[in-house]
C-alpha cells in the first residue's frame, strides 16, 4: 500500500523558513507528477507547487520566488523549502503523488507563520 508521509511543518515568525518533506512508500512504480498542496484556515485546497518526471516546475503566483519544490525519484521523496514566509502561507500542507490515473495523498504537515 502506497503511503505519503510528511514532515517538517510547525510554528514560525514572518520572514522565517521552513522546508517540508515527504517520503513515500510501498510503491512500486515510478510516479509522474508530484506535488504540495495546502488548506490555509476557512479556504479550499489549492495546489502550491508542482514537479512533473522531467522535472519541469509550476508554482502558484503568490509563492514564486519564495517556494521550491524538488524530488528524488530514486529515494521516492519530494521536498518544499519554503523561504520569506508569510502570515497568509498558514495552513495544512499536503504532499500529493500521481501515477497516471491515480492520485495518493499524505495526512498533512501544519504550518504557522505568525506576524
Known sequence: QVQLVESGGGL???G???RLSCVISG?????DDMAWYRRAPGK???SVATIARDYR???TDSVKGRFTIA???????????MNSLKPEDTGVYYCMARSGRAYYWGQGTQVTVSS
Open 44 to 46: 479550499q485546497r489549492e
Open 12 to 14: 514560525v515568525q514572518a
Open 27 to 31: 510503491s512500486r512504480f515510478s510516479f
Open 57 to 59: 516546475t509550476d508554482y
Open 71 to 81: 524530488r528524488e525519484n530514486a529515494n521516492d521523496t519530494v521536498t518544499l523549502q
Open 16 to 18: 522565517g523558513s521552513l
